[in-house]
């Protein structure tokens, strides 16, 4: 089954508490983003990855890292957690040619 | 600075009836637009797109129309269903190289049996 997995689903972690989320996709998808939801701002973008080796910022980089060393994965990591990073976290693929994005199940994240 | 917006937080309709979800955008750089439909606690996933050298796509009930001079989107859904009950965002993006995708606020559509 083509699918977006995120590991964790669900995590409450305390302010400055390294943590990273992981998302791989099984559709050898070369595009891979970030996507944070918060209420009344919609969904906004982290950072993207066009390739492996090759991400770049989306609209709301800071405090966030990533990294693409293969293709099926790209973790999202806070080094360095903050309250105003709790927040629905989507990671979502895409084929280098189309625009349709297949999101994954999402991670909510609270940060106390 | 919102690039993409829809104005309507929500909105309610009657089983067979049309739904019109509403999107303004501001950038005229924007060269593609999409839907995207979003249960609770699933991801969103995609639901018809339209190019700028479109004014219209259909797929089935859904309808996107593009209105470029007044930066205006819209998605016409006919006959509205109790399943079509979601969150829509329309999504907007600049440029084939980047496929960086900008999304709007959300509307709620409730379809009333």
């Known amino acids: 089954e083509a699918q977006v997995t995120q590991n964790p689903r669900y995590l409450i972690t305390v302010t400055g508490k390294k943590l990273t989320v992981t998302c791989s996709q099984n559709m050898n998808h070369e595009y891979m983003s970030w996507y944070r939801q918060d209420p009344g701002l919609g969904l906004r973008q982290i950072y993207y990855s066009m390739n492996v080796e090759v991400t770049d910022k989306g609209d709301v980089p800071e405090g966030y890292k990533v990294s693409r060393k293969e293709k099926r994965n790209f973790p999202l990591i806070l080094e360095s957690p903050s309250p105003n990073q709790t927040s629905l976290y989507f990671c979502a693929s895409a084929t280098g040619i189309y625009y349709e994005q297949y999101f994954g199940p999402g991670t909510r994240l609270t940060v106390t | 600075d919102q690039q993409v917006k829809q104005n309507s937080p929500s909105l309610s309709v009657q089983e067979g009836r049309i739904s019109i979800l509403n999107c303004d955008y501001t950038?005229?750089?924007?060269?593609?637009f999409l839907w995207y439909k979003k249960y609770p606690a699933e991801g969103p996933t995609f639901l018809i797109s339209i190019s700028s050298i479109k004014d219209k796509n259909e797929d089935g009930r859904f309808t996107v129309f593009l209105n470029k001079s007044a930066k205006h989107l819209s998605l016409h859904i006919v006959p509205s269903q109790p399943g079509d009950s979601a969150v829509y965002f329309c999504?907007?993006?600049?440029?084939?190289?980047?496929?960086?995708?900008?999304f709007g606020t959300g509307t709620l559509l409730a379809v009333q049996p």
């Open positions: 950038n005229s750089m924007f060269d593609y």
């Open positions: 999504a907007a993006s600049v440029g084939g190289a980047t496929n960086k995708l900008i």
